[in-house]
């Protein structure tokens, strides 16, 4: 009798155990989804923005049509990237081309002095920084998630439930990782 | 993180307890020197017993406890909205400030807040900040008109930082309900002392106590008082150990949610050389606010402060060598200072600190510590981030101090933000002044008081030219 309320107690126990560490694992799997989200709520509030600053800017830098354009371009490209890492890539496509956008406006002082681009500059800068946040807040959610699914004993409960670790989502591409070159010829 | 947060609710545990047998102890004794015990002969199978009851000791405790109950219950419920009162803050909309409420959104994503707290601006040209609120759903925000108005983007953010940080560790609720059972306390000990000192109670009950009589009711009469008049500074010495405690951790909080010390850093060096008072402040809301707002420029480490030494945390953040994590903050906080360093006064701070990543006297020139402060900084990050792609800086490239004519501008320019909120209206007249007519004004003409231009009242509008607040 005493082994089997003995065994019985540890089979109740490994149960327990399975299925804390499986609410667990959906916790953290549901922080990943929610901090997913709110990278792209913020994605989607930059592809608002941009083109009512191409709108606004269109009036005042008449010789820059390549530089409106490529701002335009990227921005439709990276709206309709699908998937983690394909939106990375287009994201930082953007970013890119907004810095020359902005490069670009230094020069023109009737551009910089608009009460409607100073507004969507900041914004902009805003929607910028909130991207970072919401890419630290899913990647250290990311992370955490990943970590559980991988190491040991949750690896076990994480294989049984067949978990998929989540993917980190990097906005810069290869070639900005790589040092520049510099040439002086 | 959550490792930092779930020790010192621990502690909080602790010290809360600590606070409510403090204050149960006081109720006891005073109720006991104010109502003794009696005995009764009580008669039973022919015996005859002594029974002693001390009904005093307990009414005392019941007082106490309800007394504290209800200002618990008050503050929980109502806490945010009379700590807004109290301090006389409006609450702004989007369309009134949108930078601040951008920063403060992207903080609360960074800080992982489910929604950003309401926000609150202070008509006060003192230099201050503070945040509310039980929990991050009921959270509220204040900043002053001056904060607004001396402070670039990054200092704001770094400002906001530490608020939000506040709320995330439940520093409101916790510190408004030590600072409700310190009040208590003190409520109660004042009552006592002064109704003894008036001739009250004591010696009416002395008189006719029981046969034990006299000499232990005096003695218990003399403890009550003693503990009346110690129970309150313990209280607050233990409300202001918390209070400085936390406002370390949200330090740290600030410089790991927007990833660059330097913004919180460069904004309490202009708060510290910036000697304007807020006006608003009392006693109860000061451990909320970003720095003490009763203590002048410089503020000792004392027991008797709410805020560590605006000083040192400068040094600390500054001194969170290559990266934006609880643990750079608290490496820093150990070599700067030390855990016993609380008690110490400044002084011995000053010399133990000094020759340590940045001069003693950084506060006294803020201009050029600041720009070499930054551009030390920025380049320790960027080797820390490229090995570690998790702990990117976020911010742009600090815009350092701004001259003076500029930061003249800017209060100008946040003085007529704030008049604009009260319902003013503006006339640019042509000799360049700006006529600030106030919502009572109800003539049809004005005279500009510099070129003596008269202007109908009619010409006047709501917007502000050329205002960026």
């Not at chain 2, 400085?244 to 410089?255: F, I, N, Q, T, V």
Request: net charge positive.
């Amino acid at each position: 009798m005493l082994p089997l309320i003995i065994a019985g107690a540890l089979g109740l126990l490994v149960v327990l155990w399975v299925v804390g560490v499986y609410n667990g694992l959906v916790r953290l799997r549901n922080a990943v989804k929610n901090a997913w989200s709110q990278i792209d709520v913020q994605l989607k509030r930059r592809h608002d923005l941009i083109p009512n600053l191409v709108e606004t800017a269109k009036g005042y830098m008449v010789h820059e049509r390549e530089t409106l354009e490529n701002v335009t371009k990227a921005r439709n490209l990276a709206q309709s990237a699908t998937g983690v890492a394909n939106q990375g890539q287009a994201e930082a496509g953007l970013s890119r081309a907004m810095m020359s956008f902005f490069a670009t406006a230094e020069q023109y002082p009737d551009l910089k002095a608009n009460q409607n681009f100073l507004a969507l500059q900041e914004e902009l800068a805003s929607t910028e920084n909130r991207i970072g946040f919401a890419r630290q807040a899913y990647n250290d959610a990311a992370m955490q998630f990943n970590n559980k699914v991988e190491m040991f004993p949750g690896n076990i409960v994480a294989g049984m439930f067949s978990f998929a670790k989540a993917e980190f989502f990097e906005i810069e591409d290869a070639a900005q990782r790589e040092v520049p070159k510099v040439s002086f010829s | 993180m959550f490792e930092l947060i779930r020790a010192n609710k621990r502690r909080s545990m602790l010290l809360v307890f600590v606070m409510l047998a403090l204050l149960l102890a006081l109720g006891f004794t005073i109720g006991f020197a104010v109502f003794p015990p009696r005995g009764f002969w009580a008669y039973a199978n022919g015996q005859r017993y002594e029974v002693m009851i001390p009904p005093g000791g307990l009414i005392g405790m019941g007082i106490a406890f309800l007394l504290w109950t209800i200002q618990a219950f008050a503050a929980y419920f109502q806490g945010d909205r009379i700590l807004m009162a109290a301090s006389g803050a409006r609450e702004l909309e989007r369309q009134d400030a949108p930078q601040l409420f951008n920063v403060v959104e992207e903080m609360t994503i960074a800080a992982g807040l489910p929604k950003p707290p309401a926000i609150y601006l202070i008509e006060d040209m003192g230099l201050n900040a503070f945040a509310a609120g039980r929990d991050p759903q009921n959270a509220c925000l204040a900043v002053t008109a001056g904060l607004m108005g001396k402070l670039n983007r990054d200092q704001l953010q770094g400002v906001v930082g530490h608020e939000i940080s506040h709320i995330v560790n439940r520093d409101v609720l916790f510190m408004t309900m030590m600072g409700i059972m310190a009040g208590t306390i003190v409520l109660i000990s004042e009552g006592f002392v002064r109704a003894t000192y008036y001739g009250g109670s004591g010696t009416r009950y002395r008189s006719s106590s029981s046969r034990e009589g006299g000499g232990a009711q005096a003695l218990l009469m003399v403890l009550a008082i003693v503990l009346a008049i110690v129970a309150p500074l313990i209280a607050q010495l233990i409300y202001y150990a918390c209070s400085r405690r936390r406002e370390y951790l949200a330090d740290a909080g600030s410089a790991v949610y927007t990833r660059y010390p330097e913004g919180l850093a460069s904004a309490l060096e202009v708060i510290a050389g910036d000697a304007q008072l807020t006006a608003s402040a009392n006693k109860v809301i000061a451990p909320m606010y970003i720095v003490n707002p009763l203590a002048g420029a410089q503020s000792l480490t004392s027991w008797s402060s709410t805020h560590p030494p605006t000083e040192e945390r400068i040094r600390i953040l500054r001194g969170m060598a290559g990266g934006a994590s609880y643990a750079n903050y608290a490496q820093s906080w150990e070599r700067i200072g030390g855990a016993g360093r609380a008690a110490m006064p400044a002084s011995a701070l000053a010399q133990t600190a000094a020759g340590e990543i940045i001069a003693p006297h950084a506060a006294a020139q803020p201009p050029l510590m600041a720009a070499a402060g930054t551009a030390d900084f920025k380049s320790q990050i960027s080797d820390i981030n490229s090995q570690a792609p998790t702990v990117p800086v976020q911010m742009a490239v600090p815009r350092g101090a701004q001259p003076a004519a500029a930061q003249a501008a800017r209060m100008r320019q946040t003085g007529d933000w704030v008049r604009q909120l009260n319902g003013f209206r503006f006339i640019t007249c042509g000799c360049g002044a700006r006529l600030k007519l106030p919502p009572e004004y109800k003539n049809d003409k004005i005279m500009c008081p510099r070129c003596r231009a008269i202007h109908a009242t009619s010409e006047a509008t709501t917007d502000l030219p050329g205002a960026s607040a």
